[in-house]
């Protein structure tokens, strides 16, 4: 119900857009999964219209009775403007930015839609997001022109939820003054596939159940690109992931490898086919998709993790999914949102920084979470508790927004 006060077959059009839905990543796909099942769960007839280049792609993705794809190519245009005119509430879900893309033509056309949405003073929520300064630091003029399109349409919604503070602290220094609500991952209570599920797909790719398991999942970085790490600092991860996944490899159990996006330009099958390269067990080291691009849900990734004794994580879905499955990580940190989550946890001390990133240090950090392995668990409960409570909030904000809209109309 709506405030409890639904019509009798009143359809609700909730029109979704924006950087995230556009990238198949399993962390992004998560994200939308869920708001669209548990939105859709609270609200019954509620319909999601997704804008996206690739609708029949994007249908298969979300694949749901109530969800619907329009192109965002340019012939599609008046489709593209009825479906915002008809739309009760727009939302641009998760992610690191409603620009993130990496076609200029992707940019404008989510310029053009987020502005003629303010111009039919339709109600747009930021949802979920994480807005970190991250964007300027590699100097690029294309960064920098990214940049302050986003300071410039970043005061366009209507409405702001956020991940972690330090976003809130950005938007205001961007000069948003209109509420700002603290929330976390929409990807937070996604229901992992079952134990069933799981030991299938880890014996296909022959790993034993019975032995221990540590998942690594990195990410693909290209220099200069998306962030401020030279080709050195890469170099350096690679070779000292190998190392430990060595180590891992002979004093520890089983390794395996997760890619949470396998697309260019950050395919993560790139970096894990690298850090192979560099080891000297690297028959022992298994990998899921790996080096075929077999797709894996969401809920089958979180399964795995579950099924993991510790994960090294470096995108922040692979440190989410360890959370709400209470097994303890090691994250590495190459943006904000993953250092700002390991702190709320109260977990920094499990944090390494990319740009420092050792052998050694990791080794350490290993060797303390599994010594300390069932009172991280126990905490990791606790913080997941109150993270998946907040996630939910995301729900109630767009309840109440969608109220307002039918109360005015």
């Known amino acids: 119900m709506v405030s409890g006060r639904q019509e009798q077959g009143k359809v609700y059009n909730l029109c979704l857009f924006g950087g995230a839905i556009e990238r198949p990543a399993v962390g992004d796909v998560a994200m939308i999964k869920e708001l669209i099942r548990t939105v859709g769960t609270e609200i019954p007839n509620t319909e999601f219209l997704i804008l996206s280049n690739k609708p029949s792609t994007t249908c298969k993705m979300y694949s749901a009775p109530n969800v619907k794809a329009i192109s965002n190519k340019g012939s599609n245009i008046i489709k593209q403007l009825s479906a915002i005119k008809d739309a009760h509430l727009l939302i641009a879900p998760g992610g690191g930015s409603f620009l993130n893309s990496s076609s200029p033509f992707d940019v404008f056309t989510r310029i053009g839609q987020l502005l003629f949405a303010r111009i039919m003073r339709k109600p747009i929520i930021l949802c979920a997001m994480s807005i970190h300064p991250a964007s300027i630091k590699t100097g690029t003029v294309r960064r920098l022109i990214?940049?302050?399109?986003?300071?410039?349409?970043?005061?366009?919604?209507?409405?702001?939820?956020?991940r972690d503070d330090l976003s809130i602290?950005?938007?205001?220094?961007?000069?948003v003054r209109k509420e700002i609500i603290l929330t976390s991952d929409l990807a937070l209570n996604l229901p992992p596939a079952s134990p069933q599920q799981v030991n299938e797909i880890l014996s296909n790719i022959g790993i034993d159940?019975?032995?221990?398991?540590?998942?690594?999942?990195?990410?693909?970085?290209?220099?200069?690109?998306?962030?401020a790490f030279s080709e050195k600092e890469i170099d350096n991860l690679k070779a000292s992931l190998a190392r430990v996944a060595d180590f891992i490899s002979a004093e520890i159990g089983q390794v395996l490898f997760i890619p949470f996006y396998t697309h260019s330009p950050d395919n993560d099958m790139k970096v894990i086919a690298d850090i192979h390269k560099y080891m000297?067990?690297?028959?022992?080291?298994?990998?899921?998709?790996?080096?075929?691009?077999?797709y894996h849900s969401p809920y089958e990734v979180a399964g795995i993790i579950g099924?993991?004794?510790?994960?090294?994580?470096?995108?922040?879905?692979?440190?989410?999914f360890s959370l709400i499955n209470s097994v303890p990580m090691i994250a590495i940190g190459y943006e904000p949102k993953v250092s700002q989550l390991m702190e709320f946890i109260g977990r920094d001390d499990l944090l390494c920084k990319l740009e420092t990133f050792s052998y050694e240090e990791c080794i350490d950090k290993i060797q303390y979470a599994l010594q300390h392995h069932t009172d991280i668990r126990?905490?990791?409960?606790?913080?997941?508790?109150?993270?998946?409570?907040?996630?939910?909030?995301?729900?109630?904000?767009?309840?109440?927004?969608?109220s307002m809209v039918l109360k005015e109309r």
């Not at 602290?169 to 000069?175: A, C, E, Q, T, Y």
């Open 169 to 175: 602290k950005v938007l205001r220094d961007l000069g």
């Open 378 to 402: 126990n905490e990791l409960q606790v913080k997941a508790r109150t993270l998946q409570e907040r996630s939910l909030l995301n729900n109630q904000i767009i309840k109440e927004s969608l």
């Open 307 to 320: 099924a993991a004794n510790l994960v090294i994580g470096m995108r922040l879905h692979s440190v989410i």
């Open 209 to 227: 159940k019975n032995e221990p398991l540590v998942v690594i999942c990195p990410r693909h970085l290209i220099p200069g690109l998306w962030h």
């Open 146 to 162: 990214r940049y302050f399109i986003d300071r410039v349409l970043i005061r366009c919604f209507t409405l702001y939820t956020v």
């Open 280 to 294: 000297k067990r690297h028959d022992d080291a298994k990998s899921l998709g790996y080096p075929s691009s077999l």
